[in-house]
Structures are given as structure tokens and as C-alpha cells.
């Protein structure tokens, strides 16, 4: 069973290098379950999804990406992907909200348009966050758009995350009232709510661990609802620990690895014994950096799901995967 | 100001191996060379690109150079180490640095750096009436690539006072980890494009447009602004557009300068990558970009490469040889070790293949690669290991 059933929206932030895209789209593939419909959404603007997927660019528009991971009877949802960008969302907003045909132009090109979505701080965010909002709220009302199950954000930096989510704040000192102002409140009251888990993703190492732990501390302290901490890239778990600690203190069996070789069929050349046990050791030394990263992520006291590293890389088999793993660990 | 730039459309590093399609960077002879004044440490998120500076740092230092380095965002306890848990825009000096030279770090505080330049240019009066408005605190702590402007402006009064004192004769700085890779070139002319855009144009002279079908237009774009936003909003802006105005020019000119001192001949960029496909992508994008703009660039370093296992084994083999004594003895040591080594070389390959598919692309950069440490960097210790790769590193291929 799912650990986030009652979550409409999942976002996905982490470390620059931890793999936060790769973590969104096997999440999005992992929620799209027989009969249900999920967006998976970027926002920073460098088509990540589409490089992952192997599809054209997106545009400002929901695409049909892919099926889900197929259930035990083959049964799968669809997954759509959505590249939103701040300039076509805030025209968007305006001809939405305000009918604002003519001048809509005219903000365009007096470069208002541009002034509010790179220049203006928060503005920016509060389009973003904007589009996913609606996104997740929609419900039969909305005639022709599709209803989502579950929305799955590709989220900007863990170090960002937060004044990224708390958009009502950053625009605090800006807009004082207004309809802007009124409508960035009821998009906190979503993300606030238990229908929104922000996921991090690491990887076990000091410097990551400690940003998820520092991210986990400021989300809470803005009162956005923490989800799961995604352990990605672990490395291969071919030893036992008493091999492990054998390989640290250099005292694996030798003359037994050479007969072991040989009865492999391998050559024994001077250098492979030598050359095992040598990356041997510096994999203990690596795999016990990692369980000691491991229990402090632990003490974090949220769930956690682990992928592996791929060492060949990733490709869309993989995605899946990485999809069906965080199935198993019950992220989905 | 800087020495004059020579028509060099980009630099490759000095000990360009011949036959070889982009060589090793060299990066010793980089930091020994006196003629190099600035090394520009540029990069993605999440590459190392904080340690590499620090690390170049405390190499040129130890080599007997005067350094300072400007560093972002520093790990804890790698700040602590080097002294600058403080971030009081200030460099301080390193203790612990061995030989003649000298290290002096600091953290960039971008506010505070903003505050000084608005307080260099603009009347006590005038200053306080911007430090004070709305707009001006949410610019200048979280408008995307005012970090980026704020490092380059650092830079620039570093060099100047280093010019003028002599204080140092290397200056090593760290960019920010920019949302585009472009942000911290693009910084200082967005935001003098920002205050000559037709927009802030527009607000500075509300009253007396110059024709009535502009002034007809943006009746009905404050109109429509005042709708969504709120008319303090506006008014807000209006003052901070006004009151920045006044210090505008000074802005410009000093971005100019900055800019004229990232392309001069003692400046060079070292593009800082992992052997992964998006952080080379973007080690792509900067390349590119610095070579369109004519920018020094010395060269590539790909952080955390997998250390090579060397020997003959090849994957497959070993995997069938896993797959067989597996047979016979599920548990067997000798099998995971196999696999270990064919997950290792299957990892080697693939970054290699990223490395030479980006030689390829980019035949001119010298690359230095550096092996992944097992653990963190957070001492002087540490920095000096990462400086002794980084100074003797061979382009793998």
C-alpha cells in the first residue's frame, strides 16, 4: 500500500546531483496505477523531462508522455508531462482570471511581461507554483482538462524549496492586497495541507545529507508538510558486512579468491588478485561512509526508499525500474 | 583596470599534449604562472565546484602565491576550517597554510555586498530611501542572479584593492550554482537592461509620456497592474525604480568593468563538471558561451570520477565467472567481488564515453579529472589531497 494515498501532489526537490529528476519521473511512472492519470511537471526550464524520456522539447501545454508501470495483471496508467514556464503562465493567468485581451498585449509589449517574470522576486515563483496549483485542483468542472490523480512536481533545489513553496511570504512585503495576494494565500492553504508531501532526494554523503536535514528544518519551520526521503545512487550490495570489514582490515582469504578465479574459468594474471582486493577495500571503506550517512538519515525520522546506482546510466528501462522499486518500498 | 586583452578567441591550457585530442590541463603550471591573476571556477550544482576553488586555493597558496578566495556556499565544516564561518564580507586569513605564500578566504554576503555598492553611489538620504524599500529588499536577496552580480562586483573591488595594495596576486572566486548556466555572465547586463527597459522607463516618467498613444498604453497597463497587484505595488516600484535610477549609472559602469576584467588576459575560467550527463551538458553550455564572449578559458575539471580498477577483466567476463562460482556457492566472496569490479568498470566506461563524447564536441579544452575522494573535503587536509590530484591529473582516455 501506498504511504502517500491521500497526496495529490508530490514534489520532488534535492541537491544539485542527487538525481532529483531522475526521482520525479520514476515517481510519476510509479503513480500512474491502472485507470489513473498523473502529471509530471517541470519549472526550471531545461527540459529534463524530455531529454529523460527521449521526446521532443515540451511546450506550455499537457503532453501524454508515457504509461505507467503496469501493474501484477499489466494494468497501467498514463502519464502527462507539463514544461511550465513563468511567461506563458502569467499570460495564461491574465486572460484566465481577468479577460485582459487587450491589455495582456500591451504588458507584452511594454515588456512587463518580462520586467514581472524575471525581474520582479516571488512573482516569478507564484506563476510557477500557479499553474501546478490549478493543475492539481481541477475537478469535473473544468470542462475538457483532465483530472489528475496525482501531480508529480520536478521542484527546484532543496536550498530553494522553501521560499520557492511559501509563496505568500515572498510576496509579502510586495503586494499587500489584492486579488495576487488573495489567490497566493489559497495556494498555501494547498501546499500546507495533507494533500501536498515535499520529497527529498539525496545520496549518501555528508554534504547532501546535511542540506536534506537543513531542508526538512526549514520546511517544517514554514509549516509545508515534509514527505519521504528518497536515497538514491546506493551503491551495489555484493559483500556481507563480515566481508566488508575482512576487506577494511585486509584479511580476505587470498589463495581462496585465486582457486575461485581459476574455477570461474578466469586467467590469474599477476595483478587481479591484487586488483580486487584493492577495490575491495576502498568499496568497504565507501560502504561504510555510506551506513554512517545512512543512520543519520535515519534519525530524520521520515520515511526513506532507496534506489540503486546504475551503473551503465539511466534509460527509459531503467526509469522504470527505479519506478517499480519505489512501488515495492511503498512510495507509490 | 586590467591589462589589455590580446585577440585570443579562447585558451587552451599550457601543456597541451600533442596527438591528443584536448589534452591534460596543466593545472600547476596554471596557478604558478604570474601573469595569471583571476581563476574563475564555473559549473553546475552539486559538481564540487566549492571544493575545486578552495582546493586551487590553497595549492597556488602553498606554491607561494598570495591568494584570496571568494567563496559562494561553503559546507560547514569546511568553512569552520578555513575560518570563515563568519559572513562578514571580509576575507580573513587562512591558519595551517604551508611555505611562503598566504591564503585569505571569504563568503560572499550578497546583501550585504548589494548595500555597500547602493551606499558607494547614492546620497546618505537617497541610499537610506532605497535600502528601506520593498522592492529593494526582495531584489537584492532573492532576484535570480543578483548572487551572480553580486560575486562578479566582490571580484571587482577585490581587484581593485589588491591592484592598488598589493595585498594579493591570485584571486580565486567560486560562482554560485545559477539556475542557467549563463546567469552570472548575463547578471550585470540584465540588470542595467532591467533599469533601461521600456518598463522602468515608462514608471520614471509617468506623467509626461512622450506621445499620447504611449501614455494612452500605459494608462491601461497600470490600470491593469494595479488590478492584480494592488496600487501600493505600484507605487512601491515607482520609488525604487526612481530612487535605483540614480544610481544606475554608477551600476552600469561598474558592470562594464567587471565584465572587461572577466575577459582580460589574467583571468582565467575553469569550467568544473561531474562525469555525468547534465552536469557536462552544462560544462557544454559554459564552454560554449565563454567562447562566444571571448572569455579565457583554461580549461575542464570533471570532479568524482570513478577511480579506474586498471587490469584486463573486462565486465562481461567478469560477470560470467560471478554467474558461475555463484552457482556453486551462492554466498561466494570471490563472485561479489567480481561483480564489484564489473559494476566499477561498466561505471568508468560510461564516464568515459561522456568525457570523450565532450572532447569530441570540444576538441580545444584541456581537461583535468580528478578521482571521487571516499569521503568529504572539510579540512586543509583534505584541500591539500584535492590540489595534489588536481595538479597531477592525466586526461583519461
Known amino acids: 500500500m501506498s504511504d502517500w494515498g491521500k497526496v495529490r501532489l508530490h514534489v520532488v526537490t534535492g541537491k544539485g546531483g542527487t538525481g532529483k529528476s531522475t526521482v520525479a519521473s520514476a515517481l510519476a511512472l510509479a503513480l500512474a496505477t491502472r485507470g489513473k492519470n498523473v502529471l509530471l511537471c517541470e519549472v526550471e526550464g531545461r527540459q529534463g523531462i524530455a531529454r529523460m524520456f527521449d521526446v521532443d522539447p515540451l511546450p506550455y501545454q499537457e503532453r501524454r508522455l508515457t504509461t505507467g508501470l503496469p501493474d501484477a495483471d499489466g494494468g497501467r496508467g498514463v502519464v502527462h508531462a507539463l514544461h511550465i514556464d513563468a511567461e506563458s503562465a502569467l499570460l495564461e493567468y491574465l486572460s484566465m482570471y481577468y479577460r485582459l485581451g487587450r491589455a495582456g498585449k500591451a ?55 522553501t521560499q520557492f513553496l511559501n509563496v505568500s511570504n515572498e510576496l509579502a512585503g510586495l503586494a499587500k492586497v489584492g486579488p495576487i495576494k488573495s489567490q497566493s494565500d489559497t495556494m498555501m492553504t494547498l501546499f500546507r495541507s495533507p494533500r501536498t508531501a515535499v520529497h527529498l532526494v539525496t545520496v549518501l554523503e555528508e554534504m547532501p545529507v546535511q542540506e536534506t536535514a537543513d531542508g526538512i528544518t526549514e520546511l517544517r519551520a514554514a509549516r509545508l508538510p515534509v514527505g519521504g526521503v528518497v536515497v538514491n545512487q546506493v551503491r551495489p550490495r555484493d559483500l556481507t558486512d563480515e566481508q566488508l570489514s575482512a576487506a577494511r582490515a585486509g584479511t580476505l582469504d587470498r589463495t581462496r579468491i585465486e582457486q575461485d578465479l581459476t574455477d570461474g574459468g578466469l586467467e590469474v594474471g599477476p595483478g ?61 | 583596470m586590467a591589462r589589455s586583452s590580446t585577440q585570443r578567441p579562447s585558451r587552451v591550457g599550457p601543456a597541451t599534449a600533442p596527438g591528443r585530442r584536448a589534452g591534460a590541463l596543466d593545472v600547476d603550471a596554471l596557478l604558478d604562472d604570474p601573469t595569471t591573476g583571476i581563476i574563475v571556477c564555473c559549473g553546475s550544482g552539486g559538481v564540487g565546484k566549492t571544493t575545486t576553488s578552495a582546493a586551487l586555493a590553497l595549492r597556488a597558496a602553498e606554491r607561494g602565491r598570495k591568494v584570496v578566495v571568494l567563496t559562494i556556499d561553503p559546507a560547514r565544516r569546511l568553512a569552520q576550517s578555513m575560518g570563515i564561518e563568519e559572513l562578514d564580507n571580509t576575507p580573513r586569513p587562512v591558519t595551517g597554510v604551508e611555505g611562503t605564500g598566504s591564503l585569505d578566504a571569504m563568503m560572499l554576503d550578497m546583501k550585504r555586498t548589494f548595500d555597500e555598492v547602493v551606499l558607494s553611489q547614492a546620497s546618505p538620504e537617497k541610499a537610506q ?24 562586483e566582490k571580484l571587482g573591488q577585490i581587484h581593485r584593492d589588491a591592484q592598488a595594495s598589493g595585498t594579493y596576486d591570485l584571486i580565486v572566486v567560486d560562482t554560485p550554482p545559477s539556475r542557467s548556466a549563463l546567469d552570472f555572465l548575463d547578471a550585470p547586463e540584465r540588470l542595467s537592461s532591467f533599469l533601461d527597459g521600456r518598463f522602468v522607463r515608462l514608471l520614471l516618467v509617468p506623467a509626461k509620456g512622450p506621445a499620447k498613444l504611449m501614455t494612452a498604453g500605459l494608462g491601461l497597463i497600470t490600470n491593469a497592474l494595479t488590478k492584480v497587484l494592488g496600487a501600493q505595488f505600484l507605487k512601491d516600484l515607482q520609488t525604487f525604480v526612481t530612487a535605483l535610477d540614480t544610481v544606475f549609472g554608477g551600476f552600469r ?53 570513478s577511480p579506474d580498477p586498471g587490469g584486463e577483466l573486462s565486465a562481461d567476463e567478469a560477470m ?42 570540444h576538441p580545444q579544452v584541456a581537461t583535468a579529472v580528478v578521482p571521487a575522494l571516499a569521503g568529504d573535503v572539510h579540512d586543509l587536509h583534505g584541500l591539500r589531497t584535492v590540489g595534489a590530484l588536481l595538479g597531477q591529473t592525466v586526461a583519461g582516455s
Do not use: C, W
Not at chain 2, 335 to 340: H, M, S, W
Open chain 2, 320 to 361: 560470467t565467472a560471478a554467474e558461475r562460482l555463484r552457482r556453486t556457492d551462492p554466498a561466494s566472496l570471490t563472485a561479489g567481488l567480481l561483480r564489484l569490479h564489473a559494476d566499477r568498470v561498466r561505471m568508468v566506461q560510461r564516464e568515459r564515453a561522456l568525457r570523450d563524447r565532450f572532447a569530441t564536441a
Open chain 1, 107 to 161: 504588458l507584452d509589449r511594454f515588456g512587463v511581461i518580462e520586467f514581472a517574470t524575471t525581474i520582479a522576486p516571488g512573482v516569478r515563483d507564484v506563476l510557477l507554483t500557479g499553474k501546478v496549483y490549478e493543475a492539481v485542483q481541477r475537478n469535473s468542472r473544468n470542462k475538457g482538462a483532465i483530472e489528475y490523480d496525482a501531480v508529480v512536481l520536478d521542484a527546484p533545489p532543496t536550498g530553494r524549496i
Open chain 1, 272 to 332: 587481479l588478485v591484487d586488483g580486487l582486493l584493492a577495490e575491495a577495500a576502498d568499496h568497504a571503506e565507501r560502504r561504510a561512509l555510506e551506513d554512517s550517512q545512512r543512520d543519520l538519515v535515519a534519525a530524520l525520522d521520515v520515511p526513506s526508499y532507496e534506489l540503486p546506482r546504475m551503473a551503465g546510466g539511466i534509460d527509459l528501462g531503467g526509469l522504470y525500474e527505479l519506478a517499480g522499486l519505489l512501488r515495492e518500498q511503498g512510495m507509490a
Open chain 2, 129 to 152: 530611501q532605497i535600502l528601506a524599500n520593498p522592492f529593494y529588499i526582495a531584489l537584492s536577496s532573492s532576484f535570480a542572479g543578483t548572487q551572480e552580480y553580486m560575486a562578479m
Open chain 2, 253 to 305: 559602469q561598474r558592470a562594464q568593468q567587471t565584465y572587461s576584467l572577466l575577459k582580460a588576459d589574467g583571468t582565467a575560467f575553469l569550467v568544473v563538471a561531474a562525469p555525468e550527463p547534465d552536469a557536462l551538458r552544462e560544462a557544454e553550455y559554459f564552454v560554449e558561451r565563454l567562447s562566444e564572449d571571448d572569455m579565457p578559458l583554461a580549461g575542464l575539471v570533471v570532479n568524482r570520477a
